[in-house]
């Protein structure tokens, strides 16, 4: 099986070009927001787990 690279490029371009126009302002807002919410909820949580998990180990040793 042989790739028509013309035609795959002409698709993948005819798609981003029919996407791009129709983001808007405040879908870039709201991805960026939520991104950066979604980075500082995943690094409490790893922060948190971090902290469980040595506790766990020292109330082990401690036994």
């Known amino acids: 099986m042989t790739t028509n690279f013309p035609l795959l490029t002409c698709v993948v371009c005819g798609t981003l070009f029919s ?3 129709n983001i ?4 870039v807002i709201k991805t960026v927001s939520l ?3 979604g980075a500082i909820v995943s690094f ?3 922060l948190l787990l971090k902290h469980t998990i040595r506790k766990q180990r ?3 040793k401690n036994y």
Not at 24 to 27: E, Y
């Open 19 to 21: 996407i791009v126009p």
């Open 35 to 37: 991104a950066v919410l």
């Open 44 to 46: 409490i949580v790893s």
């Open 58 to 60: 020292k109330e082990q």
């Open 24 to 27: 808007t302002s405040a879908d």
